[in-house]
């Protein structure tokens, strides 16, 4: 059965700490996605990877790093210097980059930091 | 810079077909009209996607009009599942430097 994992589900943690995000895929994609969703809005790419062992910033790096070592996984930290980290983290993965215009999600992962 | 304008919200009687507008008035000849839509608290679905002609899959029929400058998203029997968020994507289909932008989308509300 294949797809998109994301673990947990909730997060909680305190202001300062870094979090790494878990994103897991089992589909053989190439490309892999992060994308930070806030109540009412649309989603925000933060990070892309083409290719294992590469990834891009997108639209809202700043605060956030990510790896790209497995096809398969492609975990982001959320770090001290992300301003407003509470949000709605969304992972997805397409086939390829060229065919980054069908994109499968992951069920997201609810990060709150008080 | 919004390529789309979509309604922010819509309601539909279940079983009735439910019909999402979207405008995209400066849709460039490269560029192709994508449908995702997103259930509470999930993450985004793929519906379908098309550059002129008509299209239609399993989930839903894709109607561009001829300039292309706006299209229709149809549910033909909407249930209750298909309450959700949709959102209209214009972009061209090789990707390069372009990426997947997500607006606000509509919310589609299918009463009982």
């Known amino acids: 059965d294949g797809g998109i994992t994301q673990s947990p589900k909730y997060l909680f943690r305190k202001e300062g700490q870094n979090v790494t995000l878990s994103c897991e895929q089992n589909?053989?994609?190439?490309?892999m996605y992060w994308y930070r969703q806030d109540p009412g809005q649309g989603l925000r790419l933060i990070y892309y990877s083409q290719i294992v062992n590469d990834f891009q910033k997108g639209d809202i790096a700043e605060g956030y790093s990510v790896s790209r070592e497995k096809k398969e996984s492609f975990p982001l930290t959320v770090t001290s210097a992300q301003k407003n980290p509470t949000a709605f983290y969304l992972c997805?993965?397409?086939?390829?980059?060229?065919?980054?215009?069908?994109?499968?999600f992951g069920p997201g992962t609810r990060l709150t930091v008080t | 810079d919004a390529k789309t304008t979509q309604p922010p919200s819509m309601d539909c009687a279940e079983g009735r077909a439910a019909n999402l507008p979207c405008n995209h008035s400066t849709i460039s000849g490269n560029e192709y009209v994508y449908w995702y839509r997103q259930i509470h608290s999930q993450g985004p679905q793929y519906i379908i996607h098309?550059?002129?002609n008509n299209e239609t899959n399993e989930m839903a029929s894709l109607i561009i009009t001829e300039d292309r400058k706006s299209s229709t998203l149809i549910l033909p029997h909407a249930t209750l599942r298909d309450t959700a968020v949709y959102y209209c994507i214009v972009s061209p289909r090789n990707f390069g430097n372009e990426k997947l932008t997500f607006g606000t989308g509509t919310r589609l509300t299918i009463i009982p």
């Open positions: 589909l053989n994609h190439d490309a």
């Open positions: 997805a993965s397409s086939i390829a980059w060229d065919r980054g215009y069908e994109q499968y």
């Open positions: 098309g550059l002129k």
